[in-house]
Structures are given as structure tokens and as C-alpha cells.
């Protein structure tokens, strides 16, 4: 029996390993953390629940497929429960926008807004369901292993004048600002700057659309829980608490992953799941092609890191919606500043996640749980000390939250916390403290993004967001698939 090593256990390392294993593979995964999930991870405090992550689940059949390959039900291990509105959309004037799949309450929504844009509206749909099929369906989860690769997907690229942005596109189509901002943002749920996105990430609308948007009973962390206990049933291996040190090379072959307790195993082939700058600078210290990667990887664009505030707070709050988007004054502005300037802004744009009321078992009785995350710029660009800045910016998050929503916040709260780009560095090896890894620009995507197998070292591979075709949860998941299909090959 042929013998993998995959290195971390986010969404992707996950996925891979359940494929690697489904196909006969003895797989092992090596976490460096105490729990698996990666930007996954959870913390229990005071009774709540507390995601550090992702909370919304697209896509949910590219999650199915990785119990049917071994003929199991992911109903079994965990339930996916529907999210109704997808988010609300709120900004400064008090103006609501709920956005959803239901096509009849959707366009009511655009006509309260702008009955003039229903007709750009529709055009749009047929915009994102072609690009979709082209960029989703068809090349997400291709490994774009060699340029040809790329010139086999360019007439795609041209029809869908992939070189425009999400926001140009669809300005192209609808005329109100607030429209623009409600069919653009989603790019920012992948580390994307709306405005300079590729076009091709429109197609989020779709996969919304089509697959719905969903919650997993109990907190992300119980659908990455579900994903280990799927994957050990099937005679995976994982090992948590073991940060990696090195991959051993012999020659052009990855032979041996030791980690920092000194376990140190060969293996016929290893996959890194880690942060593809890490992976590259620290893992890979023993070959050229090491610092040689880290160097030009470092001079690519990274993506925004974030700020979270996770708090827990007295009372329920039926009226306000799982996801709901508070846009600040400015969005183009906002967002230069974020990526381009690397400055704090007085403004921000929160996206507030809101459990409880989907599922209460995620807070005591009578309590709900919330985070408030802004997009803030990675550590690269804002190299501030976010233990001084941390405090301050964490009671202005709340306090607009209050101003906005929940007047008497900081009475009702009964535990609160954290989380800052140097903690998504320190915890997660994450380049420059990134929440997202790679920028996903089009000079960064496909071929030009993380190859799922590297040029040089035969037996070494990538998953997750620096690979194709980028962060969220399809995203790696797609990786994933990439990658499986060629270790699977590669090690027959
Ligand atoms: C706050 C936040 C909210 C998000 N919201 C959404 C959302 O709602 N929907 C969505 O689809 N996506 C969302 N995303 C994006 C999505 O969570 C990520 O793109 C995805 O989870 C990344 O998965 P990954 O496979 O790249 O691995 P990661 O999650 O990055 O995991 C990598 C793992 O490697 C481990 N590792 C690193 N170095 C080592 C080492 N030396 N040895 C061993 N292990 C190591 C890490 O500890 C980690 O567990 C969000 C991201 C964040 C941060």
C-alpha cells in the first residue's frame, strides 16, 4: 500500500486526505495545532460556540461527493441546515437588501431598489451561469500544471472578458450603486477586492444560486469534525500537535516529514496544506527549489488579512438575520485603502455572523453567539502592534454593531474576545498574516497560482487557498480534487 503525508488539516488537507484514502492510499495527516479545521479552528468559552472562520457553506455537493466516493452519506455525520436570506445587506441610510435564491422575493428586493435594473439584473444572471459552467463546472478543479493548460482555457477567458473586474461587470449591467455593491461583495468572502477581482468570480452568484447557502448544525467545526471522523473510519491517520519542521529530500523526491517533537516518517508522497509561502521558506529548507519558490512567491500580491470580534451576549435576536453586511460609507474607497494604501480607516464595512438564529446549540439558553469581522490590510502592508490596536479597534466594531443593531451591546455582553492578522500569522504560518493566502488577481489564478504538484519536486504536492483555484470552502475543496487525481495517478 502506497503512503501519503499530508501536512495540515484545513477544509483542503481534509478533503484530499478523505480522497487519498478513498482511493487506497494510506494517508496521514500531520496538524500542527491541537484541533483540526484550520481557519476552521473553534473555541468553546462561557457555553458559546465560537467559529473562527467560514460560516458560509456553498456548494454543499463538492462536500457530498467526499463521503459517496466510499458510498457513505455525509447525512450520517453531520446536518447541513438552510440559510434564509443568504445576507442581509444593510448601509448607513437604513436602506435593506435581503439576498437570496428565491427569484421571485430577490427581484422584488431589486425593484424596492431600482425597478430599472430588473432587465440589467437578468442580464447578469445569464452573465454568472455562463461563467460558472466555464469557470466552475468545467476548469475549478483542473490542475493547471503547464501554460498550455492556460491557452486551452483562454477563449473562455476572452468571452467572459475575465481581464474586467466583478465591480466593471457588473456596473456594466446595473446602474444603482447599492446594486453594484450587492452583486460584487461576494469576492470579498475569498480575500478578492471586488474592484479588482477577475470577472470570472461573478460566478459565485450562480453557485449560490444553484446550490444555496447553508449552515452545519452545531458550527463549522462540527462539519470539520465530521470530515476527520469520515476520514479515520476509513483507516486515515491524524496526528494533531505536531508542527511540521521539514520535508526530507532526496534528489528530485520529497522522502521524509519530521516534525518538531522529532516523529519523522518516509512516505511515498507528501502534500502540504500549510501556507504555500511556509511551505515553500521553512518546510523546504534542504533544496534550492525552497528559498528559490519563497523568493518569487514573495513579490506576488496577497490577499487582506481580517479582524474578528467574537462575543456572546444576553437575549435572542430573532430580527436579525445569520449574515448580515453592514456596508460603511464608502466602498471603492474603503477598499483602496485596505489594499492598496495599507492604512486603518476611520469607516469600515462589517460582515456580521449571527448563529443563534439558525441554531441555538451554539450558545447557552437565552444567549447568542456573533462575530463582527472587517477585511483589514495584512501585515505586509500595515505592520502595526495590534496589541495596542486590538482593544480600541474591538470596542469601535462593537459600538457600530450597537449604533446599528443592538443598542445595549456592551451591557449584554458576557464574553468577547479577538482575533487580529499577527494571530492568523502565529497561529496559522500565515504569510504576512493573510486570511486568504494568494490575491486571487488574474495574473495570480490558474496556472499562475500554487501548482497542485510542484514543477521540480516529483512527489511533493499543494492543497487549499495558494492553489487553484483559491480560498473558500469550494475553493480548496475543488484543490483538493485537483490534487487527489494526481497523486492518485502518480502513485498507481
Ligand atoms: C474569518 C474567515 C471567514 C471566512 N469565511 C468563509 C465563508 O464564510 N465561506 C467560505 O467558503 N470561506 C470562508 N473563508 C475562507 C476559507 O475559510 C479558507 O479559504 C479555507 O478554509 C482555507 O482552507 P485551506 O485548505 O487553505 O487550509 P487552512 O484553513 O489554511 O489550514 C491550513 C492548516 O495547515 C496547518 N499548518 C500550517 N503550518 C503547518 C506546519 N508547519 N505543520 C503542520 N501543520 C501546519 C495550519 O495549522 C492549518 O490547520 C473564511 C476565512 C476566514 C479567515
Not at 430 to 450: K, N
Request: net charge neutral; aromatic share 10%.
Amino acid at each position: 500500500m502506497k503512503r501519503a503525508c499530508v501536512i495540515g488539516a484545513g477544509f483542503g488537507g481534509l478533503a484530499l486526505a478523505i480522497r487519498l484514502q478513498s482511493s487506497g492510499i494510506d494517508t496521514t495527516v500531520v496538524e500542527a495545532r491541537d484541533k483540526p479545521g484550520g481557519r476552521a479552528y473553534y473555541w468553546e468559552r462561557e457555553g458559546f460556540i465560537f467559529d473562527a472562520g467560514p460560516t458560509v457553506v456553498t456548494d454543499p455537493a463538492c462536500l457530498h461527493e467526499l463521503w459517496q466516493l466510499s458510498g457513505r452519506d455525509m447525512a450520517d455525520d453531520i446536518e447541513l441546515m438552510p440559510v434564509m436570506p443568504f445576507y442581509r445587506l444593510n448601509w448607513p441610510d437604513g436602506v435593506n437588501f435581503d439576498y437570496s435564491n428565491d427569484e421571485g422575493a430577490l427581484k422584488r428586493e431589486i425593484a424596492r431598489i431600482s425597478t430599472e435594473d430588473l432587465a440589467g439584473y437578468d442580464e447578469f444572471e445569464r452573465y454568472s451561469e455562463g461563467v460558472y459552467k466555464e469557470g466552475y463546472v468545467r476548469l475549478g478543479d483542473v490542475p493547471f500544471l503547464d501554460f498550455v493548460s492556460m491557452v486551452k482555457a483562454a477563449p473562455a477567458l476572452v468571452k467572459y472578458q475575465a481581464w474586467r473586474s466583478v465591480y466593471s461587470i457588473v456596473s456594466s449591467f446595473v446602474k444603482s450603486e447599492k446594486l453594484r455593491e450587492a452583486l460584487s461583495f461576494h469576492t470579498l468572502l475569498v480575500g478578492g477586492n471586488p474592484m479588482k477581482t477577475s470577472a470570472i468570480y461573478a460566478l459565485i452568484h450562480k453557485l449560490e444560486k444553484d446550490g444555496g447557502v447553508w449552515w452545519a448544525k452545531g458550527g463549522t467545526n462540527r462539519l470539520i469534525a465530521a470530515m476527520v471522523r469520515h476520514f479515520e473510519r476509513l483507516g486515515g491517520k491524524v496526528r494533531l500537535g505536531e508542527p511540521v519542521l521539514h520535508i526530507h529530500t532526496i534528489g528530485d523526491r520529497a522522502s521524509e516529514v519530521e516534525t518538531t517533537s522529532g516523529w519523522r516518517e518516509r512516505f511515498d508522497a507528501v502534500a502540504s496544506n500549510a501556507d504555500i509561502v511556509h511551505t515553500y521558506r521553512d518546510l523546504l529548507t534542504e533544496t534550492p527549489r525552497g528559498p528559490a519558490m519563497a523568493r518569487k512567491l514573495t513579490r506576488q500580491r496577497f490577499s487582506p488579512s481580517l479582524f474578528v470580534v467574537h462575543f456572546g451576549i444576553e437575549g435572542t435576536w430573532p430580527g436579525i438575520p445569520h449574515h448580515t453586511i453592514l456596508f460603511g460609507p464608502r466602498y471603492e474607497g474603503l477598499l483602496e485603502d485596505i489594499y492598496t494604501h495599507g492604512v486603518l480607516p476611520q469607516d469600515f464595512s462589517i460582515y456580521l455572523h449571527h448563529p443563534t438564529v439558525t441554531d441555538p446549540s451554539v450558545a447557552p439558553p437565552g444567549k447568542s453567539t456573533f462575530y463582527a469581522l472587517i477585511p483589514v490590510a495584512h501585515q505586509g502592508k500595515l505592520p502595526i502592534d495590534w496589541d495596542q490596536v486590538g482593544p480600541v479597534l474591538e470596542k469601535r466594531v462593537l459600538d457600530e454593531v450597537g449604533r446599528r443593531l443592538i443598542p445595549d451591546i456592551h451591557d449584554r455582553i458576557v464574553t468577547k474576545f479577538h482575533y487580529a492578522p499577527r494571530d492568523f500569522a502565529l497561529d496559522l504560518n500565515a504569510y504576512h498574516g493573510s486570511a486568504f493566502s494568494l490575491e486571487p488577481i488574474l495574473t495570480q489564478s490558474a496556472y499562475f497560482r500554487g501548482h497542485n504538484r510542484d514543477d521540480k519536486i516529483k512527489n511533493l504536492y499543494l492543497v487549499g487557498a495558494g492553489t487553484h483555484p483559491g480560498a473558500g470552502i469550494p475553493g480548496v475543496v475543488g484543490s483538493a480534487k485537483a490534487t487527489a487525481r494526481l497523486m492518485v495517478e502518480d502513485l498507481r
